[in-house]
């Protein structure tokens, strides 16, 4: 490879300066163009109809993503304050220290926080509160 970039292409491809410098002399031999200056298929009122339905289209997208997006915070932050609890129960009736147990309960109720926040939109938080829970948990597994 001599570091040009059309060095690895193969010869058909590649484009030589004398045929790239050349204009075709015929019709036949030029390429096919799209015209333009193409009409519009559709009118002004059309086009004023298609945005506004486009605008209702967008906001009912918009509020369904943000209604999965609730539900995923919610129900992932339940799943894993429920983990979290089940973890810290057996925990408790074992042998492990007494911070093993701990530190799955508080993961726990950090995840349960990032269930109420899902729920009430705030996604982000949600999201950030249950990795929080889920790191917290596994300092409580590190320390069994």
Same mark, same amino acid.
Request: overall charge negative; some cysteine.
């Given at each position: 490879?001599?570091?040009?970039?059309?060095?690895?292409?193969?010869?058909?491809?590649?484009?030589?300066?004398?045929?790239?410098?050349?204009?075709?002399? +015929?019709?036949?031999?030029?390429?096919?163009?799209?015209?333009?200056?193409?009409?519009?298929?559709?009118?002004?009122?059309?086009?004023?109809?298609?945005?506004?339905?486009?605008?209702?289209?967008?906001?009912?997208? =918009?509020?369904?993503?943000?209604?999965?997006?609730?539900?995923?915070?919610?129900?992932?932050?339940?799943? %894993?304050?429920?983990?979290? +609890?089940?973890?810290? %129960? =057996?925990?408790?009736?074992?042998?492990?220290?007494?911070?093993?147990?701990?530190?799955?309960?508080?993961?726990?109720?950090?995840?349960? %926080?990032?269930?109420?926040?899902?729920?009430?939109?705030?996604?982000?938080?949600? =999201?950030?509160?249950?990795?929080?829970?889920?790191?917290?948990?596994?300092?409580?597994?590190?320390?069994?």
């Amino acid at each position: 490879m001599s570091g040009r970039p059309d060095s690895d292409l193969t010869p058909d491809t590649q484009t030589s300066p004398d045929t790239a410098e050349r204009a075709p002399e +015929t019709t036949e031999d030029a390429p096919e163009r799209a015209p333009e200056d193409a009409p519009e298929d559709l009118s002004e009122a059309d086009d004023q109809h298609d945005d506004e339905h486009d605008g209702e289209h967008d906001g009912e997208l =918009l509020e369904e993503q943000a209604r999965r997006a609730r539900w995923a915070a919610a129900g992932t932050g339940i799943v %894993l304050a429920l983990a979290g +609890t089940a973890a810290a %129960l =057996l925990r408790v009736s074992g042998t492990a220290p007494a911070l093993v147990p701990v530190a799955y309960a508080c993961g726990a109720a950090v995840c349960a %926080l990032a269930a109420v926040l899902g729920a009430r939109g705030r996604t982000r938080r949600a =999201l950030w509160a249950a990795v929080a829970g889920v790191m917290i948990m596994a300092l409580g597994d590190q320390f069994d």
